[in-house]
């Protein structure tokens, strides 16, 4: 299992209160997907994030992931919305990863220069039962693990 400590991805939540939210704990596995580039070299492709560029080495067909910490950080006092700034980010819907496979096609473009072949894939994932994650407000949810498979939708 690979331990890791992500920063950078955002996750945005509102709240209902000026106490920093608590992380929900899935109570059985959440299907959810997940955006990765594809990157094409020598006859051979190789899966990365889109936003930190983390190579993705799948083994029996997934990738499990693993962080210490989820973060929320308040990021306005006037109207309770939160920012969550590690974790392992995906979608809950199809259709919102689809959207974020444009904005990674452009933040890719920009911050990884050196490989112009490559596609932007969209992975089926779960967030494990006993998993800790946060809802964002994008249909984006991040969590303490995430299972990556090997199968593109």
């Excluded at 994932?125 to 939708?153: M, Q």
Aim: proline share 4%.
């Amino acid at each position: 299992m690979l331990i890791i400590n992500i920063g950078i991805m955002c996750l945005t939540i509102k709240s209902k209160s000026e106490m920093q939210p608590e992380p929900k704990v899935a109570e059985k596995d959440i299907n959810v997907y997940k955006v990765l580039r594809r990157e094409f070299r020598l006859g051979k492709s190789k899966f990365i994030t889109p936003y930190m560029g983390l190579k993705i080495n799948f083994s029996d067909g997934k990738w499990v992931g693993d962080v210490d910490t989820l973060y929320p950080l308040e990021s306005s006092e006037y109207d309770m919305r939160w920012e969550v700034h590690t974790g392992l980010h995906a979608y809950k819907t199809k259709v919102a990863a689809q959207a974020d496979v444009r904005n990674s096609e452009m933040y890719s473009n920009i911050f990884f220069p050196h490989c112009n072949d490559y596609e932007m894939v969209i992975c089926k994932a779960y967030i494990p039962k006993g998993a800790r994650y946060y809802i964002g407000t994008k249909d984006d949810i991040v969590s303490d693990r995430l299972v990556v498979e090997n199968v593109t939708v």
